[in-house]
């Protein structure tokens, strides 16, 4: 169960920050070899290790159960650590309760006072701490998240984007050294959650403050945060910014999670300092040695749909390298942007490809005769002990 409105939004005054300590040079949040284990034996996370910089904006990105939600509650203090420490602006706060820290949460369900109007939401926590000049301090804030116009007005009588936007503003007014953020648009419609995410970002700049944002959805992680940590079983799979986890994704889960990605088997031929030459069902394909990785002599090639250039057989397609003939479309999909085809290739596996609608290629049909192309640089290879389908639900149910 959410704890009170008062205490998940207002939190407590964040102390001014002390030298440089064991939380990193910059004062931020570390999480080291932190590790959460239930009575009945599952662990939901398993001895984390992560550096956020203060000032910065993560994402906790990952399918239900991968322990995201778990570690956002263990910084916020309302789950005990099995073990492992936090330390935030240079202090351990690991063993302090949830209303000591200089944290603050937003939830999805905004926790707003239904009694109170949106001046007297935003300057609770003030009040509450008898801060001086709550009147300039609640107006600036309004300002911030361009509410000034709404302060005398009921959360009922505010949409739901204009009512997360109050449920920032009670929670900055504070001051935090970390806003934690618990999928905060999951109940607004997409247009409004795409909308809010520029905003959210743009107040995150703003202020300069450093935000935690826990998501299941990847488009909404990669959109808003610098630094996105992909979480699978209890561990970090990978983390980096966002382009670097899209581009070169180092698991299949990964891969796979975030978008979507075909996944072809291939055998080692050779490897230089720069390229990775295989062999993918008799036809020669290069990958960069920077986005092969695997040490073994087999390997999944992976592509992205969006970078699988199509044509008639024998088209001069304008991405040299590498060139799959034999391809039979097998289905065809047109969403507005983009035709999405399934291309059927000789060994029998289908591949996707996303072909823009830009009008300068002619719409494919079911049962034509095509080949692919892609541009070696865009590719990539995964060790081959991984499972080609790993993510693929998840990030389909998401």
């Not at 650590?81 to 202090?91: F, N, V, Y």
């Not at 009588?157 to 009512?163: A, P, V, Y």
């Not at 959210?200 to 808003?224: C, N, P, S, Y």
């Not at 097998?330 to 060994?347: A, H, I, K, N």
């Amino acid at each position: 169960m959410p704890p009170s409105a008062d205490t998940a939004a207002t939190g407590a005054p964040a102390p001014a920050a002390p030298d440089a300590g064991p939380g990193g040079s910059d004062g931020g949040l570390r999480l080291s070899s932190l590790t959460k284990r239930y009575a009945n034996g599952f662990t939901a996370v398993h001895d984390l290790d992560l550096d956020v910089p203060r000032g910065s904006f993560i994402a906790l990105l990952g399918p239900s159960g991968c322990g995201k939600t778990t570690t956002l509650r263990m910084v916020a203090g309302l789950e005990v650590p099995t073990s492992g420490r936090i330390t935030l602006a240079g202090q351990d706060i690991t063993d302090r309760r949830a209303h000591q820290r200089p944290v603050n949460t937003v939830f999805q369900n905004y926790a707003l006072f239904p009694h109170l109007d949106i001046y007297e939401n935003v300057a609770f926590g003030l009040r509450r701490r008898k801060v001086r000049d709550v009147e300039s301090k609640v107006r600036a804030m309004l300002e911030l998240v361009e509410l000034d116009s709404q302060a005398r007005k009921r959360p009922a009588q505010l949409s739901g984007g204009q009512q997360q936007r109050v449920a920032l503003a009670r929670a900055l007014i504070n001051e935090p050294e970390v806003l934690l953020l618990d999928e905060p648009l999951g109940a607004l419609d997409l247009k409004l959650r795409r909308s809010m995410q520029i905003e959210i970002k743009r107040i995150q700049v703003e202020v300069g403050l450093t935000f935690m944002h826990v998501t299941h959805d990847q488009e909404e992680a990669m959109t808003m945060a610098d630094t996105v940590a992909v979480m699978n079983g209890g561990v970090i799979e990978q983390l980096g910014a966002p382009a670097e986890l899209y581009e070169n994704p180092r698991s299949t889960f990964v891969a796979n999670f975030l978008g979507q990605s075909n996944l072809i088997e291939g055998r080692v031929l050779s490897r230089s300092a720069d390229v990775t030459t295989l062999d993918m069902h008799g036809i020669t394909v290069s990958v960069p040695t920077a986005r092969t990785h695997t040490d073994g002599d087999r390997g999944w090639i992976g592509i992205r749909p969006e970078k699988v250039l199509i044509g008639e057989e024998g088209a001069d397609l304008d991405a040299p390298g590498n060139t799959v003939p034999g391809g039979v479309v097998s289905d065809v999909s047109f969403v507005g942007v983009s035709t999405q085809y399934l291309v059927r290739m000789p060994w029998g596996q289908e591949l996707q490809v996303f072909s823009q609608n830009t009008g300068r290629t002619r719409m494919f049909t079911v049962g034509e005769k095509v080949e692919l192309s892609w541009r070696p640089e865009y590719a990539f290879c995964l060790d081959i002990n991984q499972d080609a389908a790993a993510g693929v639900d998840d990030g389909e149910t998401r």
